[in-house]
């Protein structure tokens, strides 16, 4: 197996995260500035060069609700991310 294929488990083997802790150990939610707080404390992580956006909750999310996400999110924090370094202790000023 590769560093990008994951094991195969049967759905009845998979116990679903309380939310609470999803949200916690899992997502980035929350205001843009909130967001990109949690990108820029996630970026200072060693090993951490990607990390992947679902704005759509995999499908829990109907599509206007995800759009309006996705924008919000391109419009506000991915300008800002983009300035981060992963040397800095605070994430990049907002202009």
């Known amino acids: ?27 980035i939610a929350g205001t843009p500035e909130q967001c990109i707080e949690q990108i820029a404390a996630l970026a200072r992580e060693p090993g ?7 704005f ?14 996705t924008t919000l999110f391109a419009r506000e924090v991915l300008p800002v991310c983009a300035r981060v370094s992963r040397t800095e202790s605070e994430p990049a000023e907002r202009t």
């Open 56 to 69: 759509n909750g995999n499908g829990v999310l109907d599509a206007e609700t995800a759009l309006r996400g």
């Open 1 to 27: 197996m590769t560093q990008w294929e994951l094991p195969e488990y049967p759905a009845s083997e998979i116990t679903p995260r309380p939310r609470d802790q999803f949200l916690r150990d899992q997502a």
């Open 48 to 54: 951490t060069g990607h990390f992947c956006c679902v």
